[in-house]
């Protein structure tokens, strides 16, 4: 949505804390299993997407591409 500028602290704090609580390997799931939601689930396309466009918005397109080759 590019709510931030690709510099901005708050941006770059929020990509991490996402691949922190979500990431599985190179992939993230869209729920961490706390939501009250039974089953289990499997990493979600849309969000991995997400996380290697905002990795190549914010300077860093070497770890855009190795999350897309894993």
Do not use: K, N
């Not at 599985?24 to 939601?37: A, K, N, S």
Request: glycine content about 12%; overall charge negative; proline content about 6%.
């Amino acid at each position: 949505m590019r709510y931030e500028e690709p510099d901005s602290p708050r941006l770059r704090t929020t990509i991490a804390a996402i691949r922190r609580e979500l990431g599985v390997g190179p992939l993230l799931l869209r729920y961490t299993g706390d939501e009250g939601i039974a089953g289990d689930e499997g990493a979600f396309a849309c969000c991995t997407f997400w996380v290697v466009e905002a990795l190549g918005i914010i300077g860093q397109p070497d770890e855009a591409e190795r999350l897309m080759g894993d």
